[in-house]
């Protein structure tokens, strides 16, 4: 597709079950990026894929968050035994390597935690 | 570490001009950049920096100053629809990765 395709765009699930955000980045683009973000915060880093290296994994928030990047093209966020606190939204952005302006955001899976 | 600031909320008048300051502290400096983001909608690319002095493109402008861990966004002939929160961003290089850190965002409220 022409954009970063995110999955759902909306999720409600009860404290304590597991859920998984997809995204699917635009094609070609090497590096893709798991952002959160509260309401009325700013975005908080999550995890980030380069290519065939290893993620940098130094923001998830708790061994319960994973991600994963299949075929260096569509991710999945994994968060486990959610709680209250995981509310947010969950933005993916993707971006060729070295590229200065290409950073493009998906439209975000909005996550409420019951 | 990185560290971001800018302000929180700022106001401004329809048809003026408004600058939104960021101040910023990283060890691996690799361009900055700021984006714009609407209530409930994904940030949109704005502007990029990685050298100092002034990007100007259209109504919007923006200006590094990487000596002074310094930069703004300049907003000339406000409209309504600029109402939005900006979003100053660093691309941090450590270790081979390039990592976007973003600030946490000012709201701009446009008035008539």
């Known amino acids: 597709g022409a954009g970063v395709s995110q999955s759902p765009s909306n999720k409600v699930t009860e404290k304590g079950k597991d859920v998984e955000l997809r995204c699917d980045p635009i094609s070609g683009h090497t590096a893709l990026y798991w952002y959160r973000q509260s309401l009325g915060q700013g975005l908080e880093f999550l995890i980030y894929?380069?290519?065939?290296?290893?993620?940098?994994k130094s923001g998830l928030p708790s061994d319960r968050f994973s991600a994963e990047r299949t075929g260096g093209s569509v991710s999945t966020l994994t968060i486990q035994r959610t709680q209250q606190e995981d509310s947010a939204v969950y933005l993916c952005?993707?971006?060729?390597?070295?590229?200065?302006?290409?950073?493009?955001f998906g439209s975000g899976t909005r996550l409420t935690v019951v | 570490g990185q560290n971001i600031d800018q302000p929180t909320e700022m106001t401004a008048t329809e048809g003026a001009i408004v600058q939104i300051n960021c101040t910023y502290q990283?060890?691996?400096?690799?361009?900055l950049f700021w984006y714009q983001q609407h209530a409930g909608e994904a940030p949109t690319f704005l502007s990029y920096n990685v050298l100092d002095g002034l990007e100007e493109k259209g109504r919007f402008s923006s200006f590094l100053s990487r000596s002074k861990g310094y930069s703004y966004l300049l907003l000339k002939e406000l409209q309504m629809k600029d109402s939005a929160s900006y979003l100053c961003a660093v691309r941090d290089q450590l270790g081979g990765y390039n990592k976007l850190i973003f600030g946490a965002g000012t709201r701009l409220a446009v008035h008539p």
């Open positions: 894929f380069q290519g065939n290296s290893a993620p940098d």
């Open positions: 952005a993707s971006s060729t390597t070295g590229e200065f302006g290409g950073y493009t």
């Open positions: 990283t060890s691996g400096f690799n361009g």
